[in-house]
């Protein structure tokens, strides 16, 4: 076991892990997951936002099988290994509002920091401002960090509270897996004609067109989702700490296997001929270049208050992270707070969200600062 530990947190592991989860994000676009979207934390929590009615955008709603199968990979690696320790900490409030902006700053840009690599993977040059934003937010983020900014440290809780995550990405999986409906049976035969012709009422919504449409088969899903959560644990895969970790200590190791990530998406596309450069009619994306900019670093921003991109808030609610568990839900309430005030992409309502957003998350900077001890 201690072998084993030690090649995940080596350089090659966490390069060879970066690897498969690029490779794995390639090839779900392959079976079926939309375009330059193989697998992206904010839109897929976006889509299940959906499917549970929380917005009325009828495109993106499906109950995405991935997330939940990346909480319960990482629960299941932080058993094996003995990681699984229930905590929490402080100021919940303000995790579940970060949360909320985080996924306002990615949905302006169409996309979290593992689809920033995938698009870039996939030819979408829109992807480069975004990586830059992402890299100036995380950049102010670490100036706070310095300055002294702190939500409070964590503390053991209960197993019951660690396990609440788990068991609700359970239920979800389960969902996802039956997509039940709750439609009466038609009492006659002309009942029944007219119910064909209706909308079936039903528990989850799902897309009929558009990105929500679009998945690869649910048990791939569920696979993929279990492999990316369980090694992604193992290593501390992080886009954001890759980057935060470089500007505020020279350190490339998290940052290493994030780019191999992007290679191997990157050469199993052009292994398939999905490789189509430009800026112009990229799927799922927009030319606003400043919103693209700016989405993205809201997003950084966010994410390195918080402690970790939004994959990683995901495996670290497996492990019993209490924090991490309201970041997440802050994210869920954030997609369907993007959809439904029309906040999301290049509309008009972005460019106000994207202001309001800087400033709310800056001001949590500034504030959360912790007075620091005067050297002498």
């Known amino acids: 076991m201690k072998r084993v530990s030690g090649f995940f947190a080596s350089r090659a592991g966490i390069i060879i892990v970066g690897l498969v989860l690029g490779g794995l994000a390639a090839t779900l676009q392959r079976l079926g997951n939309p375009p330059n979207m193989g697998i992206c934390v904010a839109c897929f929590t976006r889509d299940i936002a959906g499917a549970l009615g929380l917005h009325r955008t009828a495109a993106v709603q499906y109950l995405r ?16 290994f003995r990681e699984f320790r229930p905590r929490t900490g402080s100021a919940p409030i303000v ?7 985080a996924m306002l700053g990615a949905l302006i840009f169409l996309g979290c920091p593992w689809r920033a690599l995938l698009r870039l993977a996939g030819g979408d040059w829109n992807a480069v401002l975004g990586l830059i934003g992402l890299a ?8 706070f ?6 939500l409070g440290r964590t503390y053991p809780t209960r197993t019951l509270a660690g396990l609440a995550m788990p068991a609700v990405m359970v239920a979800l999986l389960v969902l996802a897996i039956y997509y039940p409906s709750f439609a009466p ?5 002309a009942a029944g004609q007219a119910a064909a012709s209706a909308p079936a009422p039903a528990a989850l919504f799902l897309s009929k067109e558009g990105p929500g449409s679009k998945h690869a088969p649910v048990l791939y899903s569920i696979g993929a989702g279990l492999a990316i959560g369980f090694l992604a644990q193992r290593t501390r895969f ?15 190791h998290l940052l290493s296997g994030v780019v191999a990530f992007a290679a191997a998406a990157l050469a199993m596309n052009l292994i398939w001929g999905k490789f189509h450069p430009g ?14 900019f700016a989405g993205m670093a809201l997003a950084g921003l966010a994410f390195t208050l918080a402690g970790g991109c939004p994959g990683r808030q995901v495996f670290l609610s497996g492990e019993g992270d209490g924090d991490a568990a309201v970041f997440v839900l802050g994210m869920l309430a954030g997609a369907a707070v993007a959809h439904n005030f029309l906040t999301v992409g290049n509309t008009v309502n972005a460019a106000y969200a994207v202001v309001i957003g800087l400033v709310v998350v800056a001001a949590i900077g500034m504030l959360g600062r912790e007075k620091l001890p005067v050297a002498r």
């Open 65 to 80: 099988p991935e997330i939940p199968a990346l909480c319960l990979g990482a629960f299941v690696a932080a058993l094996a």
């Open 95 to 101: 995790r579940f509002v970060l949360g909320v902006f």
């Open 185 to 189: 049976k038609p009492a006659t035969e």
């Open 279 to 292: 800026f112009a009619n990229q799927p799922i994306a927009h030319t606003t270049h400043w919103l693209n």
């Open 238 to 252: 992080c886009t954001v700490g890759g980057i935060r970790d470089v500007i505020l200590m020279r350190d490339f």
């Open 145 to 150: 960090l310095k300055a002294g900014f702190s």
């Open 136 to 143: 100036v937010g995380i950049g102010v983020g670490v100036q």
